[in-house]
Structure formats: structure tokens, C-alpha cells
């Protein structure tokens, strides 16, 4: 079992910055690669970030390339979400997600086995 906490979340300005963290426990943290889901009221949960479990391989959707950036600290067992140049249509919940035995970076949510319980990040205009 793998119990995972996101942190950071909040209310910025269109064009600000924010760093998320998930501090992940229960299982060797380096076994599993690590994503960033988002869902946005009313709509699909959708794919954000990810990264392989050595850190080497990362992997980003279309909309959030050359602003966002993941990163993980395996000494630490946090994966990191640096958010850059917000836009308000980055409103949503944020969720990081693990998935056990993955060396690379995967991208859809059937993927992972594990999940947070989610952090609102709200971007105003």
C-alpha cells in the first residue's frame, strides 16, 4: 500500500508560479513512477506530468510544455510539480498518482494504483 499527500496548492494571479509536493510512504518510493493528474469541475480527469522512477524520463501533455516541470527526490519520497506562467484554464484539483513497477513515464490514468486525495489550485485572471 502506498498512501500519498499532496501539499502546496493555492490561489495565485494569471502569470504566477506555484511548487507542488507529494510526500509518498508505504513502499519503496524508487519502485514506482510518479504523475500529476488534474480535474477541473465538470470535466475528465486528466494527465499533467510524469515522471519514471529514476527520474530520468518525464513526460508532459501538450497544454503545460515549457511551463510545468516534475521532478522527484527519491531520498526524500516527494515528487514536485513547479508551475509556471499559470493560466486561469489551470484551475482545477491537482492529484499525484503512483504507479507501482513502472520504470518510465506513463500517461493515462488507468495506469496508476494509487492516488492523493487532491490539491485546489485556482488561477484568477
Known amino acids: 500500500q502506498v498512501q500519498l499527500v499532496e501539499s502546496g496548492g493555492g490561489l495565485v494571479q494569471a502569470g504566477g508560479s506555484l511548487r507542488l509536493s507529494c510526500a509518498a510512504s508505504?513502499?519503496?518510493?524508487?519502485?514506482?513512477?510518479m504523475g500529476w493528474f488534474r480535474q477541473a469541475p465538470g470535466k475528465e480527469r486528466e494527465f499533467v506530468a510524469s515522471?519514471?522512477?529514476?527520474?530520468?524520463?518525464?513526460a508532459y501533455a501538450g497544454s503545460v510544455k515549457g511551463r510545468f516541470s516534475i521532478s522527484r527526490d527519491n531520498t526524500k519520497n516527494t515528487v514536485y510539480l513547479q508551475m509556471n506562467s499559470l493560466k486561469p484554464e489551470d484551475t482545477a484539483v491537482y492529484y499525484c498518482?503512483?504507479?507501482?513497477?513502472?520504470?518510465?513515464?506513463?500517461?493515462?490514468?488507468?495506469?496508476?494504483?494509487?492516488w492523493g486525495q487532491g490539491t485546489q489550485v485556482t488561477v484568477s485572471s
Open positions: 498518482a503512483a504507479d507501482f513497477g513502472a520504470l518510465l513515464a506513463t500517461i493515462t490514468v488507468r495506469d496508476y494504483d494509487y
Open positions: 508505504g513502499r519503496t518510493f524508487s519502485t514506482y513512477a
Open positions: 515522471i519514471g522512477r529514476n527520474g530520468g524520463n518525464t
